[in-house]
């Protein structure tokens, strides 16, 4: 990969979670972002995402919204600095992928 990080690939959930967190949202509004942007194809149970949304807060990549016009019973969730570097960086990932798949299936090489 030409740019150089220090994050793993990302599961396709962390993915659209953090995609979605591009916008301010509660972890419901998560759930019908996500599968809003996949076209149905992936639909967040509430387990999977609050399980996320755990790992995420405690990476530092995502954290709750301070904005007081926030409803008290409801938390929303933001992405960090941190949180949008990992999603830019994912992007460029996952576009280098999709570059070298398109160069070999019209049977190129990369030289």
């Known amino acids: 990969m030409s740019e150089n990080n220090n ?9 659209y979670i953090l995609l979605s967190l591009l916008t ?7 759930m019908q972002d996500v599968q809003k942007m996949s076209n149905g194809r992936l639909t967040l149970a509430p387990g999977t995402l609050y ?3 755990k790992a995420l807060l405690e990476k ?10 926030t409803e008290k019973r409801k938390k929303v969730y933001i992405l960090t600095s941190e949180g949008h570097q990992v999603l830019q ?3 460029v990932r996952l576009k280098e992928l999709y570059q070298n798949g398109l160069v070999r299936m019209r049977g190129e090489t990369n030289d």
């Open 60 to 69: 530092g990549w995502i954290e709750f919204s301070k904005d007081e016009d």
């Open 24 to 30: 301010p949202q509660h972890g419901y509004g998560i």
């Open 7 to 15: 994050y793993n690939a990302l599961s396709e959930s962390t993915y």
């Open 89 to 91: 960086s994912e992007i």
């Open 51 to 53: 399980g996320a949304i």
